[in-house]
């Protein structure tokens, strides 16, 4: 069955970075646009970015913009997300989620057919 599994997460001084993974089996990468969500504790899941199929576009959320940095590689069915200038208030749980590209451009988490289990991301001030 499909699985979506990341990796990269930690605990990480504000100002720093990470680098978050997500590895896709059993489908088609290529297929899909991808997204980056994430969820604080007694929050809802919030969008942070997302990336065509093609990785020829890329949307971001205000909160993150000009800090973090979505990417994909197809040929090794894998989405990234570049953190840096990390915040306290980015404390969550981070999750990758995969949509058919022919169900069009969607940033809400609805709109994603498949999902990660998630990685922890601890930024601490």
């Known amino acids: 069955q499909v699985q979506l599994v990341e990796s990269g997460g930690g605990l990480v001084q504000a100002g720093g970075s990470l680098r978050l993974s997500c590895a896709a089996s059993?489908?088609?990468?290529?297929?899909?646009?991808m997204g980056w969500f994430r969820q604080a504790p007694g929050a809802e899941r919030e969008y942070i970015a997302a990336?065509?199929?093609?990785?020829?576009?890329?949307d971001y959320a205000d909160s993150v913009k000009g800090r973090f940095t979505i990417s994909r590689d197809n040929a090794k069915n894998t989405v990234y997300l570049q953190m840096n200038s990390l915040k306290p208030e980015d404390t969550a749980v981070y999750y990758c989620?995969?949509?058919?590209?022919?169900?069009?451009?969607?940033?809400?988490?609805?709109?994603?057919?498949?999902w990660g289990q998630g990685t922890q991301v601890t930024v601490s001030s």
């Open positions: 989620a995969a949509r058919l590209k022919t169900l069009g451009w969607d940033t809400s988490t609805g709109g994603y057919q498949y």
């Open positions: 059993a489908l088609t990468f290529s297929l899909y646009n």
């Open positions: 990336i065509r199929w093609s990785g020829s576009s890329t």
